[in-house]
């Protein structure tokens, strides 16, 4: 008997130690945030410090954001909102080329994604390659989605874009 319960208690142990090394504590509401997630939570900053016209603490927010993409991409590749999000930050930063090179990575995974089609629209549109904006438009154009609607307005000029 004393042996069964020495063998319990040893097990109870290992399965509290493998609990923490797993970062759980045995409540419900502890949640670990994803380098994706955190990266979504930077932009999403950033966008409102851009429409208060407060450039470099966007660019801030762009630039941390960026780090955590990275890290993202590098633990699990091949993700078409990753890349979306990889070629808007590094878009927003100045860097149309790699901007571009991230959104058709992500729309060789999915050519119908509607964030990679309105951003890469909005990137040929501000590098002055209309024709291929208009493309990126004709793909979206039944999506009855707002990122049509959008990339709409910068093409006719209703709307200003801001790169």
Excluded: W
């Amino acid at each position: 008997m004393l042996k069964k319960l020495s063998i319990l208690f040893c097990l109870l142990i290992l399965l509290s130690i493998s609990s923490q090394a797993a970062g759980t504590d045995g409540s419900s509401s502890s949640k670990v945030e994803s380098d994706y997630d955190k990266a979504v939570s930077l932009i999403k900053s950033a966008k409102k410090y851009e429409k208060k016209n407060k450039t470099k603490k966007a660019n801030k927010k762009y630039v941390k954001a960026l780090s955590f993409l990275i890290k993202s991409n590098e633990k699990i590749p091949d993700n078409a909102d990753t890349l979306n999000y990889l070629g808007f930050t590094t878009r927003k930063l100045g860097d149309y080329v790699g901007g571009e090179k991230y959104y058709l990575q992500g729309l060789a995974l999915e050519p119908n994604h509607n964030g990679i089609n309105e951003y890469l629209g909005e990137l040929y549109f501000v590098t002055n390659r209309i024709d291929l904006a208009k493309e990126r438009l004709e793909v979206l154009k039944t999506c009855n989605c707002e990122e049509y609607d959008e990339l709409k307005e910068i093409i006719e000029g209703t709307k200003k874009s801001k790169y």
